[in-house]
């Protein structure tokens, strides 16, 4: 039943390729132009001419051990294909199977012609934090593995790499590169200087003393650094931040929020933050801690107009490389409360729930059908629930009448905190009943609300 639903999904992916759609879901399950699950977490992501190169961990084998840095390509950020692992287990050195490397972040040495790879070089239980660093002649490598090693002989965890633009457009000169860096006891956060191979650090440019910063990333918009990172709070999510400067010596602002606090960063961290036009796309990962290569991507367009940078929350969007910009899909809204209930299914009322009102006690018995207008075709569907559980819940759709798919619902957190997940569906041109959580013997979430797009 399991695997059978998985193909479907596949299915549904594929044809939505095959459609020439070109959106970016933000917590679907995304796959590579073969069709399997993009494993990518942690990312870095680099452009080499028209091609963006993005590098992650593989997590297939769901385990936080290192299996593989992987390397994909594209040319429109939404249709990836996989190409040759970057970077792969040593036996008996500090990346071997038995040892952590996340994060990993790549950037071109003008000097030198090779691509450096950073990441975080760590022992299964975290307590070497250190630093790797590898090389290689091409994007994807393989990279030759150099070393780990605490920088300056302090600890580093999560990390990130910024390279400077040094004031100019000149893309060929030798740029000034940094380490972003979560040190001594992830207590203090570093941005140190690297040395013109990028293969050491050299001087600490800041220090963020007691800031307990993780996963960030820095772009530079009009002359101003903004480091975007997380708290530490494990796989969980938290509030990432925004802090920024004129200059990577400081001083730096206090912190600002890049989303509604109780949202959790619409449960994602931070992993990398690239540039479009004047403003930039956060890409983040939404980790699934008891199942991590199962965890998403959570991307949204990260807006600066306001003059601090905002997520803009978007089940569904696309962006135009060429122009810098993006634009939000809009969808139809279908309340649950207006949906048929069935079963021990309860309305709930919250002045949080959008109306006022959403659907609880699903699944047990309870299940609620909505009426939808379709097109006729594979559509992203979001659903709009609460989970006030610490563990993820999840719910069964099916449309008319047809085999159920499972959408993961993960923790929202206390109170009636609103997050989205998406899902496609194929729906009939016209009138279609969605039904949710029939047939589960667990509690799915309290449902507010789902928009077709
Ligand atoms: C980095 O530089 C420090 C200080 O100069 C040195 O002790 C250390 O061995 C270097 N590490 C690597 C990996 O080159
Ligand atoms: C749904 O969630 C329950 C826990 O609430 C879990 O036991 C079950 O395996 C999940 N089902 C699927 C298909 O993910």
């Not at 975007?228 to 400081?250: I, M, Q, R, V």
């Not at 890409?283 to 801690?289: A, Q």
Request: charged letters at 15%; proline letters at 3%; one cysteine or more.
């Amino acid at each position: 039943m399991f695997s059978s639903l998985f193909l479907l999904l596949g299915a549904l992916a594929a044809i939505s390729s095959v459609r020439g759609q070109s959106v970016i879901v933000p917590g679907a399950h995304w796959t590579d132009t073969s069709g399997n699950a993009i494993q990518a977490h942690g990312a870095g992501i680099f452009k080499v001419g028209n091609t963006f190169y993005w590098v992650g961990e593989d997590k297939s084998h769901n385990s936080a051990l290192f299996k593989a840095v992987s390397c994909y390509s594209s040319t429109d950020l939404v249709k990836w294909s996989r190409n040759n692992d970057a970077l792969t287990p040593i036996a008996n050195t500090m990346i071997s199977t038995n040892n952590i490397v996340e994060r990993p972040k790549v950037i071109f040495n003008s000097k030198n012609q090779e691509y450096v790879m950073w990441f975080h070089s760590d022992s299964s239980n975290y307590g070497a934090a250190m630093v790797g660093v590898a090389t290689a002649k091409s994007p994807c490598g393989p990279y030759t593995y150099k070393s780990s090693w605490k920088p300056l002989g302090a600890d580093s965890r999560d990390e990130g790499l910024f390279q400077d633009d040094d004031g100019t457009s000149d893309k060929v000169s030798l740029r000034t590169a940094y380490l972003l860096y979560a040190s001594d006891n992830n207590q203090n956060f570093k941005i140190t200087r690297l040395d013109d191979n990028y293969y050491n650090v050299t001087t600490t440019a800041s220090q963020l003393n007691g800031a307990t910063l993780e996963a960030p990333g820095i772009v530079k918009r009009n002359g101003v650094y903004w480091l975007l990172a997380s708290h530490t709070s494990g796989w969980a999510p938290n509030p990432n931040k925004a802090f920024h400067a004129t200059s990577l010596s400081g001083s730096w602002s206090s912190e600002a929020d890049i989303a509604t606090e109780s949202v959790r960063t619409w449960y994602s961290q931070n992993a990398y933050d690239l540039p479009l036009g004047s403003n930039a796309i956060y890409m983040g990962d939404r980790w699934r801690s008891d199942l991590l290569g199962s965890s998403t991507y959570i991307w949204y367009p990260l807006d600066f107009s306001s003059g601090s940078p905002q997520l803009i929350h978007a089940d569904v969007w696309s962006v135009n490389l060429a122009a810098g910009t993006w634009s939000v899909a809009s969808g139809t809204t279908y309340e649950a409360e207006k949906g048929t209930r069935s079963g021990s299914s309860t309305l709930l009322s919250d002045s949080s729930f959008s109306g006022g009102q959403a659907v609880g006690y699903l699944g047990n018995g309870g299940s609620v059908s909505i009426t939808v207008q379709g097109r006729g075709a594979a559509q992203w569907v979001a659903l709009y629930f609460a989970n006030g559980d610490s563990s993820w819940r999840n719910t069964t759709v099916s449309v008319n009448g047809g085999s159920p798919v499972w959408v993961d619902q993960p923790s929202t957190g206390g109170g009636h905190v609103i997050i989205s997940v998406p899902v496609q569906l194929n729906l009939n041109s016209g009138s279609n009943t969605i039904t949710f959580s029939a047939g589960q013997s667990n509690y799915a979430a309290d449902l507010d609300k789902i928009i077709v797009y």
